[in-house]
Every structure is written in structure tokens, then in C-alpha cells.
């Protein structure tokens, strides 16, 4: 069973600005502080796709030559600008495996990332 792997990341308006401009969401919600400030969650909040992309990067050193043979993705609370987000993976059992970021605060889950792999790949 491979070891548990986790990177601490404070999320940067620039983070959102770069991620925005190389996939083309540039929904204000990401990239507007004056329109973000006035919305739901009071500031810029991170792309969904930009957190799993890490939590991704990380399945990706955990899982070595194994495929993926099933992917759940949930993005149960918000991202905000500023948070100081906890990327966390280890394998579970030889097929599974669990992802997830956390904001160090107060321990909530921004993102979860279940892979189920195919070790035949």
C-alpha cells in the first residue's frame, strides 16, 4: 500500500487567473473580485476542474502504472480566495483510491476525488 501523500496550497487570485485563462472558464465568479465580492460566497472562489487538477497530480504519484477504472468527483463546499487548502491521497485497498482537499481552517472538504483502479493497466 502506497504512503499517504499531502501538499499545502494557499489559494491566489492569480492561481484562478492562470487556470481561467488556459481552460477558458472565465466565469466572474473566478476572476472578478468586484463581481465575486457582491455574489454568494463574498469573494473569488476556486474552479472546481483546478482543484481536482491537483488532487489529480497527486493520484497520479500514489497510483504508479495502475489505470483508473472509475472516477466520483463532489464538490461539497467552496474554495475561497485565501484558504489554505490541505491535498491529501492514499491508497485505501490496492483498488482503491481516496483523494481530498481540505481547507485548514476548519477541516472542511472542498473537493473529494474516489478513483477505483485497474491495476492490469
Known amino acids: 500500500m502506497a504512503e499517504a501523500i499531502q501538499i499545502i ?5 492569480e492561481d484562478f487567473d492562470r487556470f481561467a485563462a488556459i481552460s477558458g472558464d472565465d466565469n ?4 472578478d ?3 465575486a465580492s457582491r455574489a454568494r460566497f463574498g469573494t473569488t472562489v476556486a474552479h472546481g476542474m483546478f482543484l ?5 497530480g497527486l493520484a497520479e504519484q500514489i497510483m504508479g502504472d495502475a489505470g483508473i477504472a472509475q472516477t ?3 464538490f461539497p463546499a467552496p ?6 487548502i490541505a ?8 483498488d482503491l483510491l481516496e483523494l481530498t482537499a481540505r481547507r485548514t481552517s476548519d477541516g472542511e472538504t ?6 477505483v483502479l485497474d491495476k492490469r493497466s
Open 87 to 94: 491535498f491529501a491521497g492514499r491508497e485505501e485497498n490496492p
Open 9 to 13: 496550497r494557499t489559494l491566489t487570485q
Open 28 to 31: 466572474p465568479i473566478h476572476v
Open 110 to 115: 472542498v473537493c473529494k476525488l474516489t478513483l
Open 72 to 74: 466520483a468527483l463532489m
Open 33 to 35: 473580485p468586484a463581481f
Open 79 to 84: 474554495a475561497r480566495l485565501g484558504d489554505e
Open 52 to 56: 481536482y487538477s491537483i488532487l489529480e
